[in-house]
């Protein structure tokens, strides 16, 4: 299990295992410590899985068990402001780029099994969906031009069709009906978020698995074809810290 709690209403203060953290990563700083490394460590030692700060919610965990790493790391980076190269910072946080080169195996050891495992959890519910829709998208345009006449119907509509067999304003009603949240016409960053995993275990649920295997294969393509061209877009931004190759054969079992 994850140690966070499955509990994700905001917290008004920040527990204990929030200062241990903080404290962690300025203490290895003020004896030299890389950043990076520091960084990690203090992920490895934070409980809780969200919080209220100030005005902003932070949802770290969702659904128990896909983990936003990259999220923490923006909110305990802000506890240290100007102790590190923003340039750096900013190509972590918007990019998922490290400024160190650390193989999986480091990055899973130094933040922990259980992290690691929920992290995964986020690159292909959240990340590798994201990254499907958005090929799904672009293969469905490369058809309208073809044609004389586009089709009429709303782009992201005809992208959920496709993907998971219902228009995204039905799924999304769903979503929110299930959730208890109310109908909007705009959708926050972390609720669509929320939105996108639950759409990952959804198809997990209706699709085959040969289906599945296939949209995932199409998905890690896509994110390969944004790295190599350079386009470190925001739909692709939270990444981990190394990317997944395009025949990463893991497909995590969310039954």
């Known amino acids: 299990m994850v140690e966070m709690p499955s509990d994700t209403r905001p917290t008004k203060s920040p527990p204990a295992a929030d200062r241990e ?102 690159l292909y519910g959240v990340t590798v969906e994201e990254a499907l829709q958005l090929a799904v998208e672009e293969e469905i345009l490369k058809e309208r031009r073809s044609r004389v006449w586009g089709g009429r119907e ?9 993907i998971y067999g219902r228009g995204r304003h039905d799924l999304l009603a769903e979503f929110r009906s299930q959730r208890c949240l109310p109908d909007a016409d705009s959708i926050p960053f972390q609720e669509l978020k929320e939105f996108t995993y639950w759409l990952f275990k959804y198809r997990m649920h209706q699709c085959d698995r040969a289906r599945v295997a296939s949209d995932t294969r199409k998905a890690l393509a896509q994110l390969s074809r944004l790295e190599l061209a350079g386009r470190p877009e925001r739909r692709a931004r939270r990444r981990l810290a190394t990317a997944p190759a395009e025949d990463d054969p893991r497909v995590i079992d969310v039954s």
């Not at 910072?89 to 195996?105: C, K, M, S, V, Y």
């Not at 709303?154 to 496709?162: A, K, M, S």
């Open 154 to 162: 709303p782009l992201d509509e005809v992208v959920f069709q496709r």
């Open 21 to 122: 953290a903080v404290e962690h990563l300025q203490r290895a700083l003020s004896e030299g410590r890389h950043w990076f490394l520091a960084l990690l460590e203090a992920i490895a030692l934070w409980r809780p899985a969200d919080e209220q700060v100030g005005e902003r919610y932070y949802r770290y965990l969702i659904d128990g068990e896909a983990f936003d790493w990259l999220l923490l790391a923006e909110r305990l980076l802000e506890c240290i402001d100007g102790r590190v190269p923003e340039d750096e910072r900013d190509a972590l946080i918007f990019f998922g780029q490290a400024p160190l080169d650390l193989d999986e195996a480091c990055f899973r050891e130094t933040i922990g099994e259980a992290k690691h495992r929920a992290n995964l959890n986020y």
